[in-house]
């Protein structure tokens, strides 16, 4: 089946530092979408992306749609502390004449004041 | 602005008992979905319900059912229960099948 490979698993920065992650596929996308999920909630949408080469920003993060349409990367700039929690990358492909949600095992964060 | 909500939030379950989780959606969804998030792993999908009235098997279907009661709600059932179903269960839901989706804060279910 699909897989999405995450990467790095984890990360600990110094507060201030920009942080980047990935997610590659052995598959075509559609639509990537980047969650955070904090300790004991649902994971929350933080950008959702349509199109090859697309780059959208939401305040201190930007996500990039791969051009190949098999990878997005998320920035996150001056981390700040409560950007601690696990960011999954979500990339969406048509199956069986259905969309279904492919989901990464996630990049879990740690920021060090 | 309520979202997602999900109950309950914690159960535990001996091995063979039955559960109905509960899932509702304030938010005109047409889709909903129930998924499982387990160590390690990446959410995977239990099932789905593309719209009012329509379900279908995700990628980890075996040992539940599902119920569409109404646009608004989408219950996970557990005909009897098993260790390995051991996991925090999050229930979602999208304006459309191919829009993103917005989580509940999950259910944690521990089968002894």
């Known amino acids: 089946g699909q897989q999405l490979n995450q990467s790095p698993q984890s990360m600990f920065i110094q507060e201030g530092e920009d942080v980047s992650m990935n997610c590659t596929s052995s598959?075509?996308?559609?639509?990537w979408l980047w969650y955070k999920q904090d300790p004991g909630e649902g994971p929350v949408l933080l950008i959702a992306?349509?199109?090859?080469?697309e780059l959208t920003s939401n305040g201190r993060l930007t996500a990039q749609f791969g051009i190949t349409r098999k990878d997005s990367f998320l920035n996150i700039s001056a981390s700040i502390p409560s950007d601690v929690g696990i960011y999954f990358c979500?990339?969406?492909?048509?199956?069986?004449?259905?969309?279904?949600?492919?989901f990464g095992t996630g990049t879990r964060l740690k920021v060090l004041a | 602005n309520a979202g997602v909500t999900q109950t309950p939030k914690f159960q535990v379950l001996k091995t063979g008992q039955s559960m109905t989780l509960q899932c509702a959606q304030d938010?005109?969804?047409?889709?909903m979905y129930w998924y499982r998030q387990d160590p390690g792993m990446g959410l995977r999908l239990i099932y789905y319900?593309?719209?009012?009235?329509?379900?279908d098997k995700g990628e980890v279907p075996n040992g539940y059912n599902v119920s569409r009661l109404n646009k608004r709600e989408f219950s996970l059932r557990l005909e009897s229960a098993a260790p390995s179903q051991t996991s925090v269960y999050f229930c979602?839901?999208?304006?459309?099948?191919?829009?993103?989706?917005?989580f509940g804060d999950g259910t944690r279910l521990s089968i002894l």
């Open positions: 979602a839901s999208s304006e459309g099948a191919h829009q993103p989706q917005h």
């Open positions: 598959s075509i996308f559609n639509t």
């Open positions: 992306l349509y199109k090859a080469g």
């Open positions: 979500a990339g969406q492909a048509r199956s069986s004449g259905t969309y279904k949600y492919i």
């Open positions: 938010m005109n969804h047409n889709s």
């Open positions: 319900s593309a719209s009012e009235g329509t379900t």
